[in-house]
């Protein structure tokens, strides 16, 4: 199994696995590979530095990983995601009904037209558009 760093035209970085080489290029050839954030499929290979095992070495350790923003931004989107109830094209309905009390109090998420959400925000309803790439509307592995 080979880890390569790939990147897609946007600028995102992310990891592939692939049985060798070989299935890298030919799945990057069909366009089968998407970068998980935007859903581009064009994607290049970034350079990596093979991962030595020498005895005696010292292990080097860090004080404080790395801060990663595109890691700490789908850790929050899956955590709406989880916490949220996707209501669909029902959104603005539905957030209306949460803020008059005709419906339970909860989290939800869905669609809303920017007039919906001008709407909204004139009646006192806090709403935040978070847009997802349609790779983030499927399962989530």
């Keep these: ?3 390569i760093d790939l990147r897609c035209q946007s600028g995102h970085g992310f990891e592939g696995w692939f049985a060798s080489d070989e299935d890298f290029l030919d799945q990057n050839g069909r366009q089968q590979i998407a ?3 935007c859903a581009d499929t064009l994607i290049v290979r970034l350079p990596s530095a093979p991962r030595l095992n020498l005895s005696g070495a010292r292990e080097v350790t860090l004080a404080a990983p790395p801060v990663d923003p595109q890691a700490q931004w789908m ?4 955590h709406v995601l989880a916490h949220t109830e996707d209501v669909g094209t029902r959104f603005a309905t539905e957030a209306r009904r949460i803020h008059y009390g005709e419906a339970e109090e909860r989290g939800i998420r869905g669609q809303a037209t920017p007039a919906e959400r001008e ?15 349609d790779v983030l509307k499927e399962p989530l592995q």
Excluded: T, Y
């Excluded at 850790?75 to 899956?78: E, L, Q, S």
């Design 1 to 3: 199994m080979k880890v």
């Design 35 to 37: 970068c998980p954030l």
């Design 75 to 78: 850790k929050a989107v899956r």
């Design 119 to 133: 709407a909204l925000r004139d009646e006192g309803i806090e709403v935040m558009p978070l847009p997802l790439p």
